[in-house]
């Protein structure tokens, strides 16, 4: 984007996207719940239709990538884990360590995340998974790409609260080897995960 | 669900709930691309929650499920990869041939699966190959779960149109092993995985 993006306009759009995202995760969530009738569904529908040409009626051509601000935040509004401004993503909140060897989100799942009845989609963890594993590998202003990544089930995933904690194992040169898991409610590990990120080597 | 589903049933909610939930997927993307400015999204933010009012005046309490109608035909309409009711499912349209060993699915991917910016995200290629692998695996009425799943990432995938495509390697009793590709809209393999389902033993 061509256009500077100042802190004033970072709050201004937090504050303005940040709920009406908030709202939508909700609309996503009834939509698969609702027992209303046909009318009052096509009452709605009507609604999102309005509201879905008041934002389309001036759009950014691209998808919105990662953004940096003129005080030099990143910003991955649109990602489909952690986008602030992405309705898909949960979303993710993952706190790290200073040293950014570890990393851990918690987080509630609901109906829209389902895989088999009143669970979490085994893809939906590996999402997650892939995700904070990755997270352990990045580093400022060098994105790490998932290289391999292997996944353990081994016991069902109920929806609801949820915790996802990854570390680093070692590293060697641009490739984070990392590990962590995904732990249900009761803090039992439901899926384990090995995965080898890697930080392409920076432009010179 | 105590009340049964004729197909009459199932055909009045597609008629409103198909549109209704391809509306919202519209409505995801432009949230994220979005230019207009505060007081439109404001306006949007007000439509999006009157549409969540009336939906959600009456609800299930429970999450989707897998239910099955009068007909005998099976319903995932909340699923996360499938769900025609879950506006965060692309969704998947899986086509299988006859003996249920290979698995095809065409898809377009737009800004709301972003992770780095202008690709795929990793988990969201992860979440895709769960579902189609898994999906070699199902036997009417014997849903399959992962077992292990591994990814092997080959090539950065783009946003836009892609295929998955799964077979099955070999089964032994009820473990079915899978492999499939994530291919993007020239024909090249981005992700490569193989993986473990297991059929739970029928109740007897």
């Not at 509630?108 to 939906?124: C, F, R, T």
């Not at 997650?128 to 998932?146: K, M, N, Q, S, V």
């Amino acid at each position: 984007m061509s256009e500077p993006i100042t802190p004033e306009d970072v709050q201004r759009a937090q504050a303005v996207f940040e709920p009406l995202t908030q709202s939508l995760r909700e609309l996503i969530d009834v939509t698969i719940r609702s027992r209303v009738d046909e009318s009052e569904v096509r009452r709605a529908h009507a609604l999102i239709q309005q509201a879905g040409e008041i934002l389309g009626s001036r759009l950014d051509p691209v998808p919105f990538g990662v953004r940096t601000a003129t005080d030099g935040r990143t910003l991955p509004w649109g990602n489909v884990a952690i986008g602030m401004r992405n309705a898909i993503a949960p979303p993710l909140r993952v706190d790290r360590d200073e040293a950014g060897q570890r990393a851990v989100a918690d987080l509630v799942l609901g109906a829209a995340y389902e895989g088999p009845p009143g669970l979490v989609h085994g893809g939906v963890c590996a999402l997650i998974l892939d995700h904070l594993l990755g997270a352990t590998a990045h580093r400022p202003d060098r994105p790490a790409f998932t290289g391999t990544l292997t996944l353990r089930y081994v016991a069902p995933t109920p929806l609801g609260r949820l915790r996802v904690e990854a570390w680093v194992e070692r590293e060697d040169g641009g490739k984070t080897f990392a590990e962590g898991n995904l732990l249900d409610s009761q803090g039992r590990v439901t899926v384990h995960a090995t995965g080898i990120f890697i930080r392409p080597v920076a432009k010179t």
